[in-house]
């Protein structure tokens, strides 16, 4: 059914959606895609004319509430009040407003998703994080984040033997090989280029670990401002190879005999103008007590899929255990040394990657730590040597998303701050592509992974 006419003029508007209007015209704006991330960790959304982008910037774009209950594969879940009777509103943010440069003629906004009355929806993952980070300033605090991805770059190709496609790499470069800065040189570029014209400061880059594989980071920001990155990251990213005749994927194993690709986390809590991350103090303390307590059933957010489980795994530089410690690597949580004599600490949550939603990884993440702070939480000993060479000492982390899923259910807080609506449609979805990737073969799962991240 069409969506009946508002009758919103411009007028109407307040300042920043008429710039997002005088943009749009300037810029010969065809389309505003309206984005999204789903419980299955899928960027989706729809997207409006400009003709209807004044009406659309009041109204949103109707949608039906399933589609929260779709997983991965695009199977729908029965979810109670997420069937075919229902609708909310996908409702951009004028102030995410960007041009992407991979689509000349088009747009995009971030969006949340609200009911007809534009009240929030309990399932909206955006606000959820939004939620949370309100939660930390009634104590005081702000937190800036920044999420550290990696990619395969490659060809998607048609198997030989007549299975799913296959990712095959652009390049075998070794780890931070000039090679792999060469093979990759004319991408890299474009890519970064693309990144800073949508406003994402690019901190840097280098060929990783595995054939085809590259980091490249962006500068961190505030919390709801670093999940909005990460999207027009992984949408820029993939768009931009899909432009030059390639595949970028940044699932956690799009090739199970190769390096993983992480989006590892990075953290620092600010009071007052100040790192509260300096130092040793209780504050830090508290908040890495936090995210060690809630750390099994975290993984079930920040690492949310069935592919996530091939990289979580010892000697993986991905972490395994739910222990921290100083500049260690195999530790879950990394306490980072400043860089230089004006650099700030933080803090690195290993166990993240992309295929995870990234408002409700982060929201999660705010919601352990603000209650380590609030118990004052011991995080114990610091650990400064691989945990995997201390067998039987230091606590495993869930070795599937099933034990990940289970360790959520069982957790009291994180279940009471997701909520009734959003925790029964997460579950039930992730439950789902546990179950529909353990009836198939790996070949298979590798394909529905690089398709969908």
């Known amino acids: 059914m069409r969506d009946r006419p508002s009758g919103t003029t411009i007028h109407q508007l307040g300042a920043t959606a008429r710039r997002v209007l005088e943009r749009a015209e300037l810029e010969g704006i065809e389309l505003i895609r ?20 004044a009406e659309r910037l009041n109204t949103g774009i109707g949608h039906t509430v399933a589609m929260m209950a779709m997983n991965m594969l695009d199977q729908l879940q029965d979810v109670e009040h997420m069937g075919p009777v229902g609708e909310v509103r996908i409702v951009p943010d004028p102030a995410t407003y960007v041009t992407l440069p991979h689509a000349p003629g088009a747009a995009t906004m971030l969006s949340d998703l609200r009911l007809p009355d534009g009240s929030p929806w ?45 990712l095959v790499p652009i390049d075998d470069s070794l780890c931070y090989a000039g090679t792999g800065f060469d093979t990759a040189h ?27 594989q590259q980091e490249l980071s962006v500068h961190h920001a505030p919390a709801l401002r670093a999940a909005d990155n ?49 130092g040793d103090g209780e504050t830090r ?32 530089w991905s972490s395994a255990y ?46 352990a730590g603000l209650d380590g702070m609030r118990r004052k939480l011991d995080p114990g000993e610091a ?41 029964d449609a997460y579950l039930a979805v992730k439950r789902s592509e546990a179950a529909a990737f353990a009836a198939e073969d790996a070949s298979y799962e590798l394909f529905h992974h690089l398709r969908a991240f």
């Open 34 to 53: 309206f984005l999204y991330a789903d419980h299955g960790g899928v960027i989706r959304g729809k997207a409006a004319s400009r003709s209807r982008l």
């Open 122 to 166: 309990g399932a909206c993952p955006r606000t959820f994080l939004k939620d949370a980070i309100a939660e930390l300033a009634a104590e005081g605090y702000t937190l800036v984040a920044a999420f550290e991805p990696e990619f395969t770059l490659g060809r998607r190709l048609p198997d030989p033997y007549g299975g799913p496609d296959r």
């Open 186 to 212: 004319d991408y890299t570029i474009t890519l970064i280029r693309a990144l800073e014209t949508q406003g994402l400061r690019v901190e840097h880059c280098h060929p990783e670990l595995g054939p085809g």
């Open 230 to 278: 990460h999207v027009l990251y992984r949408e820029t990213v993939r768009g931009v190879a899909m432009r030059m005749q390639l595949w970028a994927s940044l699932a956690p194993k799009p090739l199970a005999d190769q390096a993983g690709n992480g989006a590892h986390l990075h953290l620092s809590l600010w009071r007052d103008g100040r790192n509260v991350f300096a």
């Open 285 to 316: 303390d508290g908040f890495i007590g936090g995210l060690l307590a809630h750390l099994p059933a975290l993984t079930a957010l920040t690492c949310g899929s069935v592919n996530s489980f091939r990289r979580l795994a010892p000697r993986m």
């Open 322 to 367: 739910a222990v921290y410690g100083p500049d260690n690597r195999e530790a879950a949580v990394r306490v980072c040394s400043p860089l230089g004599e004006t650099g700030e600490p933080n803090l690195e949550l290993k166990p993240s990657d992309s295929s995870a939603n990234p408002y409700l990884s982060l929201g999660a993440v705010i919601h």
């Open 383 to 423: 650990v400064d040597v691989d945990p995997d060479t201390r067998p039987g000492r230091y606590p495993r982390l869930p070795s599937s998303l099933d034990e990940a899923l289970d360790a959520l259910e069982g957790d009291e807080m994180l279940m009471e701050a997701l909520g009734p609506l959003r925790r």
